[in-house]
């Protein structure tokens, strides 16, 4: 293992660490949440993004570092991999702009209801996942894994610390849209 792997591994688990204790206080503590920030500022968008930084960071640098050091076949690298990376990609960014850069730091905006968000109520989540799933398989490294899976428990638990805080802002309209738009993925 190369010597850059033990430590970018350790930063994207801290990362992940810190995510999953921010996200699960905030759906065991609802009223001293920490995600959606109860005030979106530079300290609240620095304790949310560099987490998230370092996981996506730490799983690109250490998957061309250990570059298929699991030996899988390129069919499914290439074939199953690819395809996530750029799905997912091709989600996230759109769903991000269309709520805009500080919703999707937590800020309150107007609740978003077309485009990916009439098939998920978490595009951009889901999105994610599929990034870090599809880079795992991709770069077919063992150390991703461990990082993608962390990431994937982060970005499952973001919607249950979301949606009380959701439902608090928007009401009525938002519960409507909930019985209507599955968490994750679905067709209307």
Same mark, same amino acid.
């Given at each position: 293992?190369?010597?850059?792997?033990?430590? #970018?591994?350790?930063? /994207?688990?801290?990362? +992940?660490?810190?995510?999953?204790?921010?996200?699960? $206080?905030?759906?065991? @503590?609802?009223?001293? &949440?920490?995600?959606?920030?109860? %005030?979106?500022?530079?300290?609240?968008?620095?304790?949310?993004?560099?987490?998230?930084?370092?996981?996506?960071?730490?799983?690109?640098?250490? =998957?061309?570092? +250990? $570059?298929?050091?699991?030996?899988?076949?390129? $069919?499914? %690298?290439?074939?199953? =991999?690819?395809?996530?990376?750029? /799905?997912?990609?091709?989600?996230?960014?759109?769903? /991000?702009?269309?709520?805009?850069?500080?919703?999707?730091?937590?800020?309150?905006?107007?609740?978003? #209801?077309?485009?990916?968000? &009439?098939?998920?109520?978490?595009?951009?989540?889901?999105?994610?996942?599929? @990034?870090?799933?599809?880079?795992?398989?991709?770069?077919?490294?063992?150390?991703? $894994?461990?990082?993608? #899976?962390? =990431?994937?428990?982060?970005?499952?638990?973001?919607?249950?610390? +979301? +949606?009380?805080?959701?439902?608090?802002?928007?009401?009525?309209?938002?519960? &409507?849209?909930?019985?209507?738009?599955?968490?994750?993925?679905?067709?209307?």
């Amino acid at each position: 293992m190369n010597d850059l792997v033990p430590s #970018t591994l350790t930063v /994207a688990l801290l990362g +992940e660490a810190i995510l999953i204790v921010m996200l699960v $206080w905030s759906i065991l @503590v609802p009223t001293l &949440r920490l995600w959606p920030p109860q %005030r979106v500022n530079l300290l609240s968008q620095i304790m949310v993004w560099l987490p998230t930084l370092a996981v996506f960071g730490g799983a690109i640098l250490v =998957g061309l570092t +250990e $570059w298929n050091a699991l030996g899988w076949p390129l $069919w499914l %690298r290439w074939g199953v =991999g690819l395809p996530l990376i750029l /799905a997912g990609n091709a989600v996230v960014w759109p769903a /991000a702009l269309a709520i805009g850069l500080d919703a999707t730091s937590g800020a309150e905006a107007e609740l978003k #209801t077309d485009g990916f968000y &009439r098939w998920s109520r978490n595009p951009q989540y889901v999105a994610d996942i599929a @990034v870090l799933l599809g880079w795992a398989i991709l770069s077919a490294s063992a150390a991703v $894994w461990i990082i993608a #899976t962390g =990431g994937v428990i982060a970005f499952a638990l973001a919607p249950f610390a +979301e +949606e009380p805080w959701l439902e608090e802002v928007y009401g009525e309209p938002y519960r &409507r849209y909930i019985n209507r738009v599955p968490r994750f993925f679905g067709f209307p």
